[in-house]
Each structure stands twice: as structure tokens, then as C-alpha cells.
């Protein structure tokens, strides 16, 4: 037996534990790293499926000792919304990450068919999805599933099938009538290039019409299918008295097709069916294009709605363990996810450590460990080891689901700039129109035979495509690019105002520190006990939301508060227990002067002073550094002490450092920049600065802030790493001045092109060229904010 076989399973390549587990296969004993792979093994000889072994080219998927509990696939909901009617029975899609070669398709096929009541099925290695249609009058479809498990391939739903077959629809269609409109255009062509190179008109007559009623029944699809949505768009357009890009293109390619075709009835000199047919194609290339780079932008924002699983598996009581739909978890349920596995809600962690990959929520690249109590997300997966989680939101309320809701927010708006662009392409194709008349109408003067030729030409040279891409494909592809660095734009306008800031002003705690200060040092005074005070002070600071609420916490039996009430930039005030008490600075709390320590009092007496120890986070001088080398001038506003601000002013080398500003302080300080011609952006992440963040010119909160924060921003970082903050500025520049080059291409373009079809130097076929060049020229262009610079800081 070779070296491989004694360290390696047999069946999935996992390295032997000291005792591995023998079985007899064709006469001679196999080591397996489990039973579980063991019986896979056994199962595939018995069936005469032994070939797997001899074909695969990667090891199997290592089997579970433990069969999982599958009985939720059984449920009415899960099968009414994810599965289809068929002949004789339903079908559904499941994905599975266990299938890694050709082999794993072939035996998951072979192992389907021959399980009873399983009518088709058919397995892709590449995609990782398995279909499956069986007969639910023979067989439950978790006993279907159950014989994947049992080999290996564990199933997990494909997301809403409906909505996978109406992308699928709609992206066939699409390239069905390319497909249609480049062999229309190029048989166009050729019957039109005999007509071309008669250049000593010995062509007959009725050769030369044989040859144009080909053309025209051939480019009759490309006109009437290809470019219907061009036609549609257009109606669609003029109901609303809205003069679109649709318009110029419709009415283009009908002129030129019904002006043929009356040519060719009447036996006319001219005829224009191969501009048509080489218009619509190319104008439906340029359009797949832009779909595509779309579909790049924003795939990592779309995968927002798909990332939280459908299924969990939820710890009963007396520890065994239930597969159940996502609807069915509630708070404090104890879930648990295996390794590779979306979590399926926000929860604490249970286990002593665990590490999760949050890139589609923070954009942070490496796994994130968690210790026990760690909030853990939605949608993040688990790594290296399985965890278990206390569930602390569903539904709605979790993460995922108000970034999600944010995205939606940010999607549904029309930015200024597109706004712009949309009213100036209006003007353009009525500008554009009254231009067509005035040249058809001047050649008709001049060369009445050439007039309609020409007019032809400016319409589709014309043809505003770049100028309706230039916007749209960049703010796209600058979307696309923010999300994967873990910035959110949720407010229309917000990235071309970022791109004008000269001035941020940053809140100190919990934005430049860290979220969470801890307790240093506690002082007593008047005969207060320690542990009283920090009782008293954990019953008031619970639900603030304030960031030293946590150097707090941990009381096991917090003390009721009654009256409670927050004044800003001072503390908080409550009665326990029939006692006024007072937690904040020291004139607001103890009636003594300020030394930027909170303090414990009933607003004239000191009870107890709280020494909090700050930490700056790790990038915040890195990324001041890099703010200022875009030219950028910083500002510091803190509602804490005048000491500890100075202190963090110093190391950080911040000019301009106000202490004890309360929120309409912050907004003043904006004020007065804003009164000097400066453009304000404000970064902060608590309940104080939701007012200055609306105030500024663009605001930027902590995705860890209160939800009152993110709802007052512009853009939010879903992770707390403030060099984020320079590469959404710098992307923000960069975006602006692609968007200029795009304006000044598509503007520069007509301006030449224009005039060169008024003075009847391009062909209508040409014309139709140098349009879909000039509208790719600018989503390329666009496409290039997609590419993470090596310079990203760099102004």
C-alpha cells in the first residue's frame, strides 16, 4: 500500500486519526478517518459504483458520523416557495460544496437515479448545483436529500428559483436576439456588398431588387425582435413626453427599414437595411456590455439580499439537535452553524473562540476571531472550527437586514448627476431631431438624393448612448467599489460630495478610540462602596447607548431606574431606588470643576469618580496621515474633557481640538467652516452626533454606531477601520474625474461627429459604428473604478 493510503482516507483524503477505521473493500482493508466515510464507501461498492474511485481526480467530501436532521426540507412553506411542478412530480435546485470534480457529478447522477422515487436528476461539478425531481407520492424529499448526506454532499437551497429562472429568461433572450441580429446583420452585408461593389452598374435590375427583398425579409427579424426593446423603450418614453435615448434609436432603425422597403417597392436608387440591421446589433452588443459591467459593480451590494440562509440548525433542550426554516428562530434560541456555513441571525457567541469571515458585511478580507459573548452577524460564515450562538435578532432586525435595507435606500435614489444627465439628454435628442429636419431640409435644396442618407446618418451618429452611460456607469462602478471596501453610500448625491471636501471634523470617542473605553481606576467618597457606585453607575449608563455604557456592564441584577434622562454633553440623571442620582462630567454630576473623569453624584456631592483608559484605534494616525495628504484639514470635536482631548490632539498632531462640545457646539463648529467657503464632512458614530452628521455637507458614520447615526449619514463604514474614510474620498475624486472624461468624450464626440454628417461624410453604417465605439469607450472607462489602485490614497 502506498505512502498516500496509509496517511490518507480512502474516501475523502483527510488525514487518519491513530486509530483509523479498516474495511474490507475487493478483498483488501481500507483505512477510513471516520464510520461515516467508511459507509460511504461501503454504499458506492454495493451499488456497483466503485468507478468513482478509478475517475475522481480530487478526494471526496468528508461524510458526517452524525446523519443530519433533514425533516425541515419536508416543510409545506419551503416547498411551495422553492420548488416547481413537473410531470409526475416536483423538482427543486439545491447547491452543495462537496462536489469537486467530474467524478462527484457523475456518482451523485448514479446515486440519485437508483433512489426510489426520484424521477430526473442532474448534477454540475462546475456550479455546485444538484436538480432534482422526484415524486412526493413515494418519497419525502429529505430521504432524497438524506442520500446525499450520506455521501458526502450536503444540500443547501439555491436561493428563490423563480427569481434564478427570470434571470436566466431574460439573459437567454437577450442574447438570442444578439445571436439573431449579428447573423441578420452580416447576411445584410453580403447581399448589400454586391449592390456596393457594382461600381459599373452591370447589375440587372431585377437582380438587384431580388437581392433587396432578401434583405429585407432578413433584417425584418432584427428590426421587429432584436430591437423591440428599443421600440418598447421609445412608446414607453414618448407616453411619458420624455425624450430618451430610446427615441433617437427606435426611430432611427424604423426609418431606415420602412424607407428601404418603400425603395424597394418603387424600385428607388437607395436602400438602408444593412445601417438597420448593423445599428441594432451593435447598439445590443454595447447594451450586454453595460449589463455586464452593471452586474460587476454591484455584485458584491446585491449579494447583500442572498447571503442569510434559509435553513438553521437549532439546539433543542436536552442538546440534540433540529434542522429548521429561518422563520421559525426566535431570540434566545441556540443556534449552530458548521464550519463553511452563513450564520443564520445575530447572536453572542457560546464557545470560547471562534473566526468568522465578515467580508460581504465589513469588506475585511481575513477571518475576525470571536471570544465568548462576541456579537456574531447574519450572513458572515463560519471558519477552522463550528460555533454555537445565543440569537439575540431575527428578521428584521438583524445587520444584515438594515444594510440590506440601506442598499435598497441608496438604489432607489437618482443621484443629482444622473438627474443632470438624464435632463440634458432630453434636450439633446430634441435638439438632435430639429437638427435631422434642418439637414434633410437643406439637402433637399442641395442634393434632394442624398437628403434622407444624410439626415439618416445624424440621427444615428447622434444616437446620445455615451452621454446617457457617462453618469450611470460610473456611479455604478464606483458603487460596486465602495461596497467591496465596506462603504455604503446611502444618500443620493453623497460620493460627488465627498469628492468636494476640504475640512472633516472627527468625533473622538468611539470613532478615533475605541468603541468600548475600559474602567481604570474607581474612587469612593462620603461612604459610597465601591461596588455600589459601579451598580449605580451600570443602572444608568444600560440602555444610553453611549460607548462607556460597557465599562459597565456585567452586573447580573441591574437596578431599576426611573425618570431617566439624557442631557447632552453633560451625563445622564435617574432615580433609584426613591434617590436622585447624576452620572457625567464632574459640574453636571458633583458640582465640582471639570478634569474630563466621569463622575457619580446627586449633582451637588461626589459619590465616586470614574477613571476610564482610552485606546486610539490602531489605523487612526495612519489615517490621518493620509487625509492630509489629500490635502485635507482636520478638525477634532469631543463632548469629553479638555485634558483628554488635548492628549489625543497631541499625538495625533490635530491643530484644531475643542473639548466638552456639546452636539450644537459640533453643528456650530460646521457652521462657521461652511461660513469660510468650506466643504464640511463629519465622521462620528453616537447619538450626539446625529445632528451634526445631518448639518454637515457629507457625514460618514461608524457601522458600529447607533442606528440613529447611520440613519443621519450619508455613508456608512460597516467596519470600524478609519482608513477607510481616505480611500471613499480618494475613490470619490477619482469617480468625479472619470465622469468629467466622460461628459467631455461623449460631448467631444458629437461635436465632431455632427458636423462631418451634416456635411454627408459618414455612412449610415459608419455612423452606427462610431456610436456603440463611443458608448463602449465610456463604460471601459467607467469600469476602471473597479480596479483597487496602488496608490488609493495618493491625491
Not at 469 to 489: D, E, H, K, Q, Y
Request: aromatic content about 6%.
Amino acid at each position: 500500500m502506498d505512502q498516500r493510503v496509509v496517511h490518507s482516507c480512502y474516501h475523502c483524503g483527510a488525514r487518519l486519526p491513530p486509530s483509523p477505521v479498516l474495511v474490507a473493500l475487493d478483498g483488501r482493508p481500507q483505512p477510513f478517518c471516520c464510520h461515516g466515510c467508511a459507509t460511504a464507501a461501503q454504499w458506492i461498492r454495493d451499488a456497483d459504483l466503485g468507478d468513482y474511485y478509478r475517475l475522481r481526480s480530487d478526494p471526496g467530501a468528508r461524510v458526517d458520523v452524525e446523519a443530519a436532521d433533514l425533516g425541515a426540507w419536508d416543510g409545506k412553506e419551503l416547498l411551495a416557495e422553492h420548488t416547481v411542478p413537473v410531470d409526475g412530480g416536483c423538482e427543486i435546485t439545491v447547491l452543495t460544496d462537496g462536489m469537486r470534480c467530474a467524478a462527484c457529478a457523475w456518482l451523485v447522477d448514479r446515486a440519485l437515479e437508483r433512489t426510489p422515487g426520484v424521477l430526473d436528476a442532474g448534477a454540475n461539478a462546475v456550479t455546485g448545483r444538484i436538480r432534482i425531481a422526484w415524486d412526493p407520492a413515494r418519497t419525502r424529499l429529505s430521504a432524497v436529500l438524506g442520500q446525499l448526506s450520506m455521501l458526502g454532499y450536503r444540500a443547501y437551497l439555491a436561493g428563490d428559483p423563480a427569481a434564478e429562472r427570470q434571470r436566466v429568461a431574460d439573459r437567454r433572450q437577450w442574447l438570442l436576439r444578439l445571436g439573431i441580429a449579428g447573423l441578420a446583420a452580416m447576411q445584410t452585408m453580403m447581399l448589400s456588398e454586391a449592390s456596393y461593389l457594382d461600381f459599373g452598374h452591370h447589375m440587372s435590375v431585377p437582380t438587384r431588387d431580388l437581392f433587396r427583398w432578401f434583405t429585407l425579409l432578413v433584417c425584418a427579424p432584427v428590426v421587429f425582435y432584436s430591437g423591440w426593446p428599443f421600440i418598447e423603450g421609445a412608446w414607453s418614453g414618448l407616453k411619458r413626453r420624455h425624450l430618451g435615448m430610446d427615441v433617437l434609436v427606435a426611430g432611427s432603425t424604423l426609418l431606415a427599414y420602412f424607407a428601404s422597403a418603400v425603395a424597394t417597392v418603387r424600385g428607388g436608387p437607395h436602400v438602408w437595411f444593412d445601417a438597420a440591421a448593423m445599428f441594432v446589433f451593435l447598439l445590443l452588443l454595447a447594451r450586454l456590455l453595460e449589463q455586464r459591467a452593471r452586474r460587476i459593480a454591484s455584485a458584491q451590494v446585491d449579494t447583500l439580499a442572498r447571503a442569510r440562509p434559509v435553513l438553521a440548525v437549532r439546539e433543542r433542550a436536552d442538546g440534540t439537535r433540529e434542522s429548521v426554516s429561518l422563520s421559525a428562530l426566535r431570540v434566545d434560541d441556540v443556534a449552530c452553524v458548521a464550519v463553511g456555513e452563513a450564520v443564520p441571525a445575530d447572536g453572542e457567541l457560546l464557545d470560547p473562540h471562534a473566526q468568522f469571515e465578515e467580508a460581504l458585511l465589513t469588506g475585511e478580507s481575513h477571518p475576525v476571531t470571536k471570544r465568548a459573548g462576541d456579537p456574531v452577524y447574519a450572513g458572515t460564515h463560519c471558519r477552522e472550527t463550528p460555533a454555537r450562538l445565543r440569537i439575540t435578532g431575527i428578521g428584521s432586525a438583524t445587520r444584515l437586514s438594515q444594510l440590506t435595507r440601506l442598499v435598497e435606500q441608496a438604489q432607489a435614489q437618482r443621484p443629482p448627476l444622473a438627474q443632470l444627465a438624464d435632463r440634458i439628454g432630453a434636450l439633446f435628442v430634441g435638439g438632435v431631431l430639429l437638427a435631422a429636419l434642418t439637414v434633410y431640409l437643406g439637402w433637399r435644396i442641395v442634393e434632394p438624393e442624398r437628403a434622407f442618407e444624410v439626415a439618416l446618418s445624424l440621427l444615428v451618429v447622434s444616437c446620445p448612448c455615451a452621454l446617457s452611460l457617462a453618469v450611470p456607469a460610473a456611479l455604478a462602478a464606483a458603487s460596486g467599489a465602495l461596497a467591496r471596501r465596506g462603504i455604503l453610500p446611502v444618500r443620493a448625491g453623497a460620493l460627488d460630495r465627498l469628492a468636494r471636501v476640504t475640512d472633516l471634523v472627527f468625533d473622538k470617542t468611539g470613532t478615533l478610540t475605541r468603541v468600548h473605553p475600559v474602567l481604570e481606576a474607581v474612587e469612593v467618597f462620603d461612604g459610597m462602596d465601591e461596588a455600589r457606585a459601579c451598580a449605580l453607575a451600570a443602572a444608568l449608563e444600560r440602555d444610553s447607548g453611549h460607548p462607556i455604557a460597557a465599562a459597565f456592564a456585567g452586573e447580573e441584577e441591574p437596578l431599576a431606574v426611573e425618570s431617566l434622562q439624557l442631557v447632552a454633553g453633560q451625563g445622564l440623571s435617574g432615580r433609584i431606588e426613591g434617590v436622585d442620582w447624576r452620572l457625567g462630567v464632574a459640574p453636571f454630576a458633583a458640582g465640582r470643576a471639570d478634569d474630563g473623569q466621569v463622575w457619580l453624584g446627586d449633582g451637588t456631592r461626589a459619590f465616586a469618580r470614574f477613571t476610564m483608559r482610552e485606546g486610539l484605534r490602531t489605523d487612526a494616525a495612519d489615517t490621518l496621515r493620509a487625509l492630509r495628504a489629500l490635502g485635507l484639514t482636520v478638525h477634532l470635536a469631543s463632548g469629553d474633557g479638555a485634558a483628554a482631548v488635548e492628549r489625543m490632539a497631541a499625538t495625533l498632531g490635530i491643530d484644531d481640538a475643542r473639548a466638552r462640545q456639546r452636539p450644537e457646539d459640533k453643528l456650530a463648529l460646521v457652521y462657521e467652516l461652511q461660513a469660510r467657503g468650506r466643504t464640511v464632512a463629519m465622521v462620528g458614530d453616537g447619538l450626539n452626533d446625529a445632528p451634526v452628521l445631518a448639518g454637515a455637507d457629507v457625514s460618514l458614520a461608524m457601522g458600529e454606531g447607533v442606528a440613529l447615526a447611520q440613519r443621519a449619514a450619508d455613508l456608512v463604514l460597516t467596519a470600524p477601520e478609519l482608513m477607510r474614510v481616505p480611500a471613499a474620498i480618494a475613490l470619490a475624486r477619482r469617480t468625479r474625474r472619470i465622469i468629467r472624461e466622460n461628459f467631455i468624450w461623449a460631448v467631444g464626440y458629437n461635436l465632431v461627429a455632427l458636423p462631418l454628417a451634416a456635411m454627408g461624410r459618414v455612412t449610415p453604417g459608419w455612423a452606427a459604428l462610431g456610436m456603440a465605439v463611443s458608448s463602449l469607450v465610456v463604460t471601459l472607462n467607467a469600469l476602471r473604478l473597479m480596479r483597487r489602485s496602488r496608490e488609493e490614497h495618493r491625491p
